[in-house]
């Protein structure tokens, strides 16, 4: 099963009588790189919820290279391997970049091993200039360089990423992409954006969620030029 | 992080001696005894809020705790070493299980305050009602409100009628301190120091990174606890009674005064915040002209108005800005950088 990095079957989240996330069946292959995308309350973001262990889904099993993860705690998932960043920045204001990042790579390799890692993750990043700098006082941007950073040190095989692109200026975007390419040469990744110019510049497969359920499944281009998921995304009946 | 942990150890172990030297020649050892305990309780309380990120308003409890460990174990076992470590473990155990039910629960902030004070609130009430003939473990009469008098003080380890007191006694606290001291520093120098801030930061983030944020909040917390107990120890050896005020929510929240006076998120805050408010608190409890209560609620007023960090990050800014301005006259010394976070999408 190492060819497979991520299944999903029958997902389903429920907020009382919302379903957020309805029976989603999902595959993801080793070093794949899929985005998911779909108007606002399409149940992304929940799906991705439940697959990192924020949420435990109501019904449904999540596995991971083959070992069954559902409802596992964050910490747990991460341990496998999994390197995680949320919609909104997370990361420790008041330490030093240097720090978040040694934070990140102790928890993988001995003190050593850390040491070297959190060099190797700050030239890969170009970060030396502000490496010292308490990262509460950095651009947003930067911020969000440093959270990939941070996902990055743990020598991920699976990355899920909410929304890496949000309010990113053009150059970050493009210094952005070239990571997240770097990255996909040693790792799976899940992107989920809203961003339809950084998609196509990154993604080949993309899926479509809509009302809780997997719309479409397909390259970028064709998902792109499809006349439902164009009306979904305008509002219009599907 | 700059520096090294033996450079640490020589500079703690060199300030140890000279304040021992100098302080009781300005001050009575007895009264100074008392001084280091508190700063022991205070480090305690300083080491799993200002980096743990843990608020408990119960460290008095551990206090209490530590100090009836060692007045019952001393009573039934008559000599002093092994009751010394019982204050330590009997405390740390009550609050691994205290903290494993907390943070596995997952617990916010607030619910932790409750029910540390709480707690704190059931030991005083419990204790207090133990007064009858009743109530005594092994030889020890619990004595309810009137407490546990007259059991062995603190004598030298194998020797049970070599009882240490006086100057001596005094030396023995502050050795002890600086000991502590030299131990917090480093914890907080080693990974589980360092990762225990980082989830003082962001608990989600170190948890998303894979650190079990309950299971070393757990430790952390524990931690805090024995070294409180050990200053319950020395508190009940220092005044040859042990009472339910121990426990009283009055103790607890002078602790979390001390922490927040002297400056959370430094070793040394703590430490001085307790010895400068109790030596306060000394001085005013000679005359009875103003209330004690009164003076300590004002200081604590006074600091989260004009000093809200407290005492040592004021100064150790203030040095800092001096000493920069004086090495680079005439240079800008701070690199400034964009501020502006943009926000993000919600979506």
New interface residues.
């Given amino acids: 099963m190492d060819d497979v990095a991520l299944e999903t079957y029958g997902l389903t989240m429920r907020f009382g009588g919302v379903i957020a996330a309805n029976r989603v069946d999902f595959r993801l292959r080793a070093l794949e790189l899929r985005c998911l995308i779909g108007p606002?309350g399409a149940g992304k973001?929940t799906f991705f919820r439940c697959i990192?262990g924020l949420q435990r889904p109501t019904e449904g099993e999540v596995y991971m290279r083959g070992i069954e993860t559902t409802g596992w705690?964050?910490?747990r998932i991460?341990?496998l391997g999994v390197g995680?960043?949320?919609?909104?920045?997370?990361?420790?204001?008041?330490?030093s970049v240097h720090?978040?990042i040694?934070?990140?790579a102790?928890?993988?390799h001995d003190?050593r091993e850390a040491d070297r890692k959190t060099q190797e993750i700050i030239e890969l990043l170009a970060l030396g200039e502000?490496a010292r700098?308490d990262l509460g006082?950095?651009?947003?941007g930067e911020?969000q360089r440093v959270e990939l950073g941070?996902v990055a040190a743990?020598d991920p095989w699976l990355i899920l990423l909410d929304?890496p692109a949000?309010?990113l200026s053009a150059g970050d975007i493009e210094r952005m992409t070239g990571t997240i390419r770097e990255l996909n040469s040693r790792a799976a990744l899940i992107i989920v954006e809203?961003d339809m110019q950084f998609i196509r510049s990154i993604a080949e497969t993309v899926t479509v969620f809509h009302q809780g359920k997997v719309l479409m499944e397909d390259h970028v281009d064709r998902v792109m030029s499809d006349p439902v998921v164009r009306n979904v995304y305008l509002g219009k009946k599907a | 992080m700059p520096g090294s942990l033996t450079r640490d150890a020589i500079t703690i172990a060199l300030v140890t001696g000279v304040l021992v030297w100098v302080l009781p020649l300005i001050i009575g050892t007895y009264t100074l005894t008392v001084l280091v305990i508190y700063g022991m309780l205070a480090l305690s309380l300083g080491l799993i809020w200002g980096f743990g990120g843990i608020l408990c308003f119960g460290q008095a409890a551990f206090f209490g705790l530590g100090a009836y460990a060692y007045a019952i174990s001393a009573i039934n076992i008559g000599e002093s070493t092994l009751p010394m470590f019982l204050a330590v473990l009997v405390p740390a155990a009550f609050a691994a299980l205290l903290g494993a039910m907390m943070f596995y629960g997952r617990l916010g902030d607030v619910y932790l305050g409750v029910i540390t004070l709480v707690v704190t609130l059931i030991l005083f009430k419990t204790v207090n009602s133990t007064a009858g003939p009743q109530y005594a473990i092994g030889n020890a009469r619990l004595g309810g409100f009137n407490g546990i008098p007259g059991f062995p003080t603190l004598n030298v380890p194998g020797l049970p009628d070599a009882y240490i007191w006086g100057d001596g006694y005094f030396y023995v606290c502050a050795a002890l301190l600086g000991l502590v001291y030299m131990l917090v520093t480093a914890l907080l120098r080693s990974s589980f120091g360092r990762v225990a801030v980082g989830i003082r930061e962001n608990e989600t983030r170190m948890s998303l990174m894979g650190y079990d944020v309950r299971a070393r909040k757990t430790v952390m917390f524990a931690i805090g606890a024995a070294i409180a107990g050990l200053a319950g120890a020395l508190f009940a050896n220092w005044a040859e009674i042990v009472t339910p005020s121990l426990f009283s929510l009055g103790q607890s929240a002078e602790i979390i005064i001390w922490c927040i006076v002297g400056g959370l998120g430094t070793r040394l805050g703590p430490v001085l915040g307790a010895a400068g408010l109790a030596y306060l608190k000394f001085l005013l409890g000679q005359q009875a002209l103003i209330d004690n209560a009164l003076v300590t609620g004002l200081v604590l007023v006074l600091f989260v108005l004009f000093l809200p960090k407290g005492i040592v990050p004021a100064l150790s800014g203030l040095w800092n800005f001096g000493f920069v301005r004086w090495r680079l006259p005439g240079h800008i010394h701070q690199r400034r950088r964009p501020r502006g976070r943009e926000r993000t999408r919600n979506g």
């Fill in positions: 606002n973001s990192t705690m964050p910490h991460a341990s995680i960043k949320t919609q909104t920045p997370n990361v420790m204001d008041s330490l720090e978040n040694w934070l990140a102790r928890r993988f003190l502000i700098d006082r950095l651009a947003h911020r941070l743990g929304e949000a309010g809203h």
